[in-house]
């Protein structure tokens, strides 16, 4: 009787002991928060060191270039069987201390690497995020700020050093901006005159082809995402969203959501955020971040974390600054396998490599790696999705349901067919394909010659479905040319019906000629890369194009805008800029201000620019 009531009391024990909500934290390895303290360049060294030696299958040490000083830029990669390549593993990073006076993202960065290592294959959380994300932590991006910092200031100095690089560079200003006019895609663009620091982060970016980022900044508390500017020309408050905003807003959300002081949003008066998230733009305008140009640049999202009110806070705030912020972090990381992933590949199973993901409605399309893989961050709903690929047939879009509370990214794999030449296919066709399958169009305005002979090109290229006719001449005799588009050209058909564009009868508005070169040129290209939206269009449609009903006023137009040129040039400007206001049309003159005060060479690019930029937000409508 004794026993069996001590047994059933024992068993109750049992029962409670085992049923008790137990802190994860107490199985949790957080020794490195003891004696709290910054640990600085050399001592980061021997401590990164340190961790790659203590888990070798786990972490490894590298430097991605050097600083203005020569101190290296470490980074510790940290992933299940780090010294292998794991296909389809997407890759995740922290950049902390860009401003090195900004110092308690560094610490955090240099905790979260101790964090993970220690707590792999104890902690599930952690265990499962080391085993599927290549996981690479940067501390500091500005080693030589940081090293001139002082603990305990909460602002920069005047003269900001510390805040910037050993040249007195802000690194967070020194990368290519999207909306430089100067903006090109040359290296010498990219690379010259930018500071080591960037230049081997932009390498770096660009070379690795990173998913998800977390940029850590210190002086306010808030989650900051894409864009950070605009062409305004104003300092803040207009917001600016990037076409992948619902994500973006997400992301920031992920974070802020989980950092009560963050979620207030009032932390640092007098600054107030709604729920502790902004628009990078909204809040101030940066020209030259490093967060828009990883996302403009790359595959890689980035957004921007603001973690304290004081920039350089005592040590001792430390393992608060790791208990507010842990959780976050991580929540942030496991974002990387949100959304769709995949292989695109060929009939022969071999990866193709450079190929865009679409998403239908999203004007970002990401890029495939050497192994044909992709990671394509969304947000819950519906989706139309295609992988597109010079030299390969387009395929129709596949239809995706993300659903809400993912925890995989949905794989989505895609087999393109290479184009085959087929017996009607026009001989000299470009083999160069730009990413929607049309061929590479150098974009530019085209004068009369080089219209008729851009037509005419077309005409002798696709001879199954165009046809070149005048309908008749000019006053300074120039034919008006029409491009007919049509399966069968030349001929009514009963009950076919008819349709024309007509552009540039007013000689000086230029954007619709070069619209219908383009289009005529898109047509043909792809009727015969198998689009059926396209080869329904033509097969059931007589399509008619004139480029221009007034080529003289074209060149009429051009010669003015030559001599007014040369004008300014010889003589006073002034005078000959108010004779030249009263004489012509708003349009023109609006060009010449803006062609006449550039060198020939930024002429071109613009020019180009303009007609290519009309030219890809038409189609897409
Ligand atoms: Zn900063």
Redesign the pocket.
């Known amino acids: 009787m004794v026993c069996s009531r001590l047994c059933f009391f024992l068993i109750l024990f049992i029962f409670i002991i085992s049923c008790a909500p137990l802190s994860i934290d107490q199985y949790e390895d957080e020794s490195f928060l003891e004696n709290p303290k910054y640990v600085a360049y050399e001592e980061l060294k021997e401590t990164l060191k340190r961790l790659e030696k203590s888990h070798p299958e786990l972490a490894k040490v590298f430097s991605i270039g050097q600083s203005v000083k020569g101190r290296e830029l470490l980074v510790i990669q940290i992933t299940d069987g780090v010294n292998v390549t794991h296909p389809g593993r997407p890759a995740f990073k922290y950049v902390a201390n860009?401003?090195g006076d900004?110092t308690v993202g560094r610490q955090l960065v240099i905790y979260l690497a101790e964090y993970l290592l220690l707590n792999y294959g104890k902690e599930e959380r952690v265990t499962k995020l080391v085993r599927d994300t290549d996981i690479y932590l940067m501390p500091s991006l500005n080693p030589d700020g940081f090293e001139i910092s002082v603990e305990g200031s909460c602002e920069s100095p005047n003269s900001l050093g510390g805040?910037n690089n050993a040249r007195n560079v802000d690194l967070?200003r020194d990368f290519p901006d999207q909306f430089d006019k100067n903006r090109s895609i040359e290296d010498a663009y990219i690379y010259d005159g930018r500071q080591p620091e960037t230049v081997a982060m932009i390498k770096w970016i660009r070379s690795k082809q990173f998913v998800l980022s977390g940029n850590l900044?210190?002086?306010s508390v808030v989650a900051s995402y894409p864009y950070d500017d605009n062409n305004s020309g104003k300092d803040c408050c207009i917001e600016t969203k990037a076409p992948d905003d619902a994500v973006f807003k997400y992301l920031a959300h992920v974070y802020a959501d989980r950092q009560p002081i963050m979620k207030r949003g009032d932390t640092c008066p007098p600054e107030n955020f709604t729920n502790g998230i902004t628009n990078g733009a909204f809040w101030y305008s940066v020209q030259g971040g490093m967060q828009d140009f990883n996302y403009i640049d790359s595959n890689c999202f980035e957004v921007t974390f603001?973690l304290s009110c004081c920039k350089y806070p005592k040590a001792e705030t430390l393992p608060d600054h790791w208990r507010l912020n842990k959780d976050p972090m991580l929540a942030f990381m496991e974002q990387t396998h949100m959304g769709i992933k995949g292989f695109v590949v060929d009939a022969k199973g071999d990866a193709v490599k450079g190929a865009f993901i679409k998403v239908q409605g999203v004007a970002h399309p990401v890029k495939t790696t050497n192994l044909g893989e992709y990671w394509r961050l969304l947000v819950p709903g519906q989706y139309n999705i295609t992988a597109i690929a010079p030299g390969f047939k387009k395929q129709r879009p596949i239809e995706v349901m993300i659903p809400i509370n993912q925890s995989e990214a949905i794989l989505l794999n895609f087999t393109l067919q290479r184009r085959s030449p087929l017996d009607n296919e026009p001989k000299d066709r470009s083999l160069r394909h730009d990413i929607d399958g049309l061929s590479v169009e150098d974009f530019k305005h085209h004068n009369y010659d080089a219209m008729v002979a851009f037509l005419r090109n077309l005409a002798d290229s696709y001879p199954n479905i165009t046809r070149l006719t005048s309908i008749g001449k000019s006053v300074e005799r120039r034919d008006l040319y029409v491009l007919e588009v049509t399966k069968d050209p030349g001929r009514h058909i009963a009950g076919k019906p008819e349709f024309k564009y007509v552009a540039n009868m007013h000689g000086n508005e230029v954007i619709g000629r070069e619209m219908l070169l383009l289009l005529a040129k898109y047509l043909c290209e792809s009727y015969y890369s198998g689009d059926e939206r396209i080869q329904r269009l033509v097969n059931t449609t007589r399509i008619h194009l004139l480029p221009s009903m007034n080529p003289d006023g074209y060149e009429q137009s051009l010669v003015a805008l030559k001599s007014e040129c040369n004008r300014r040039n010889q003589s006073s400007e002034n005078a000959i800029s108010a004779q030249w206001r009263e004489a012509t049309s708003k349009d023109l003159k609006n060009s010449v201000e803006m062609v006449c005060s550039l060198e020939e060479n930024a002429i071109t690019k613009i020019e180009k620019k303009s007609v290519e930029v009309v030219w890809r937000s038409e189609r897409d409508e």
């Open positions: 860009m401003h900004e805040r967070n900044h210190g002086g603001e």
